[in-house]
């Protein structure tokens, strides 16, 4: 099998633990040819690690996304934002790059959604969604091809993550409460980076408009806790994850590179 070309949009935390995997020798079916980040000191960061190993390749510091795309990655590693994703996806997908992404917050907007899964189709490409701070895609996917099915996301925040956002206030500092209810649309709209795992389940599921989302913020609360329950007829599943940070998501992509590239499959 021919060594995947690899790139990196988006080089903070989460993209520096897939960096982190690679230079552990955990991501051997690929080269890490490019990095672009909004912040340029962040991809060159990366780059400079790259080079550092002294490969027989050049990891190239790229200055836009044009000029990463032109590198002919087979695959983009999407760890940036979901404004990001929906300037990426695209392009990407006719320059026959295919996506693995965390901001699948984006694909809450249907048509958009739409328009990507058209687009891959019709350049042999793909759109991988890590499964990020979350899990149980195969469990929500296979029952609800099965039979009608109800889901339901709760998630558990404390309240400096809420920081920044409209339901924040300081008596969050003191109390517990649940300070969203409504669809997947709904979330991502109001807590555009933090809900990702939201829309993701719901893509996975009964879709965003269809899946009731809560979001308790609890004082004191270190970490993240997302409990979705999925009820049909014969299944009720409850997938339950909780993280203390979100190193998780950024592991969940190492995951998914070395599936892509596995002869045996999850
Ligand atoms: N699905 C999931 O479970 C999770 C998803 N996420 C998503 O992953 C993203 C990355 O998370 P972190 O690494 O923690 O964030 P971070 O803030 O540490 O890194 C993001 C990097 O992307 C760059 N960036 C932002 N917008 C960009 C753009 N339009 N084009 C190019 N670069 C851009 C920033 O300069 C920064 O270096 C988050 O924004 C969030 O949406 C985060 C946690 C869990
Ligand atoms: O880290 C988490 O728990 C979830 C998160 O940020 C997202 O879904 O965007």
């Known amino acids: 099998m021919r060594t995947k070309r690899l790139a990196i949009v988006g080089c903070g935390k989460l993209a520096n633990i897939v960096v982190e995997a690679f230079i552990k020798g955990l991501l051997p079916d690929y080269k890490l040819i490019g990095t672009f980040s909004r912040t340029f000191s962040k991809a060159e960061g990366i780059a400079k690690h790259i080079q550092d190993l002294e490969t027989s390749y050049k990891c190239i510091l790229c200055h836009s996304i044009e000029e990463l795309l032109d590198l002919k990655p087979d695959y983009i590693v999407e760890t940036a934002s ?26 809450a907007d249907v048509d958009f959604y739409e328009n990507v899964k058209k687009t891959a189709l019709k350049y042999g490409t793909r759109v991988h969604l890590a499964s990020g701070a979350i899990g149980g895609f195969d469990v929500l996917r296979t029952v609800s091809l099965m039979e009608a099915c109800l889901v339901t996301f709760e998630t558990k925040k404390g309240p400096n993550s809420l920081r920044n956002t409209n339901v924040y206030n300081e008596t969050l500092q003191t109390e517990e409460r649940r300070v969203f209810e409504g669809d997947a649309i709904e979330a991502i709209t109001l807590f555009p980076t933090q ?21 308790d913020s609890i004082a004191g609360y270190v970490g993240d806790d997302h409990r979705i329950e999925i009820k049909s007829e014969q299944v009720h599943a409850i997938i339950d994850v909780y993280s203390k940070t979100a190193q998780i998501a950024g592991w969940s992509v190492v995951n998914t590179l070395r599936n892509i590239t596995s002869p045996i499959a999850f």
Do not use: C, D, H, Q
Request: no cysteine; net charge positive.
């Open 82 to 107: 979901p404004t990001a994703l929906r300037e990426l996806a695209l392009p990407a997908l006719i320059n026959g790059s295919s996506i693995i992404t965390l901001s699948m917050g984006a694909f």
């Open 195 to 215: 809900v990702n795992v939201a829309v993701a389940a719901s893509l996975a599921s009964t879709g965003p408009k269809n899946m009731k989302v809560s979001i």
